[in-house]
């Protein structure tokens, strides 16, 4: 049995994302009738804690919030088509799922996830819990953690909102600096480890 089970972020971590996520994003938002975050910078503030909560914060109603998820997928999955991941980590993923068990757990959707996962040969992933399954990463990572008693789960992010939720739940933090909000911001919430490159990611993990 593997000592760990390792838990990868999607936006920002596996996937280069953030261009064309945000238009989309804002654009759904109008579509639905209220105002979303205005800049890309408040759009990166609802990161900051749970994606929930930030949304909430940035001016999403409530009773609007499954609306805006059902509206979101289809043009999330037709987006995907657009982003690539980032260089070396289809490979990093397929190698560290040989040996260990390797999920994602994402604020995304499930569905686009995984069509973007298998358009990118990215195999080997357990599984992939996303936002409309449940919306906490504390109880996704607690979920799983519960399947791999006796491993560690590590959790791969790139946001404080992935850093706070992921040490609540009990998990060792590493700090993917090459996503949404980049080492300085996520120095803020102390990971454990903090890397600066994909390779450094590989590096650590298979070190």
Same mark, same amino acid.
């Given at each position: 049995?593997?000592?760990?089970?390792?838990?990868?972020?999607?936006?920002? *971590?596996?996937?280069?994302?953030?261009?064309?996520?945000? /238009?989309?994003?804002?654009?759904?938002?109008?579509?639905?009738?209220? #105002?979303?975050?205005?800049?890309?910078?408040?759009?990166?503030?609802?990161?900051?804690?749970?994606?929930?909560?930030?949304?909430?914060?940035?001016?999403? /109603?409530?009773?609007?919030?499954?609306?805006?998820?059902?509206?979101?997928?289809?043009?999330?999955?037709?987006?995907?088509?657009?982003?690539?991941?980032?260089?070396?980590? /289809?490979?990093?993923?397929?190698?560290?799922?040989?040996? #260990?068990?390797?999920? *994602?757990?994402?604020?995304?959707?499930?569905?686009?996830? +995984?069509?973007?996962?298998?358009?990118?040969?990215?195999?080997?992933?357990?599984?992939?819990?996303?936002?409309?399954?449940?919306?906490?990463?504390?109880?996704?990572?607690?979920?799983?953690?519960?399947?791999?008693?006796?491993?560690?789960?590590?959790?791969?992010?790139?946001?404080?909102?992935?850093?706070?939720?992921?040490?609540?739940?009990?998990?060792?933090?590493?700090?993917?600096?090459?996503?949404?909000?980049?080492?300085?911001?996520?120095?803020? +919430?102390?990971?454990?480890?903090?890397?600066?490159? *994909? #390779?450094?990611? +590989?590096?650590?993990?298979?070190?």
């Amino acid at each position: 049995m593997s000592s760990r089970v390792l838990l990868f972020d999607f936006d920002g *971590v596996i996937a280069d994302s953030l261009a064309a996520y945000y /238009p989309v994003f804002a654009a759904t938002c109008r579509d639905l009738g209220f #105002e979303g975050p205005g800049t890309l910078e408040a759009f990166l503030d609802i990161f900051d804690t749970n994606a929930i909560r930030g949304l909430r914060k940035a001016g999403v /109603p409530l009773l609007k919030l499954r609306q805006l998820g059902r509206t979101l997928t289809p043009r999330v999955v037709a987006l995907n088509k657009r982003v690539l991941p980032f260089p070396g980590m /289809p490979a990093l993923l397929r190698t560290l799922a040989i040996r #260990e068990p390797v999920y *994602v757990v994402t604020s995304n959707m499930t569905e686009p996830t +995984e069509a973007f996962l298998a358009d990118h040969a990215i195999t080997g992933v357990l599984g992939v819990i996303g936002a409309d399954q449940e919306s906490s990463k504390v109880k996704k990572i607690r979920r799983i953690a519960r399947q791999h008693r006796g491993a560690a789960p590590w959790y791969i992010g790139d946001t404080r909102g992935d850093m706070l939720e992921a040490r609540k739940a009990g998990a060792i933090t590493v700090g993917a600096g090459w996503g949404w909000h980049g080492c300085e911001r996520l120095a803020l +919430e102390q990971p454990h480890y903090l890397v600066d490159s *994909v #390779e450094a990611l +590989e590096a650590l993990l298979r070190g």
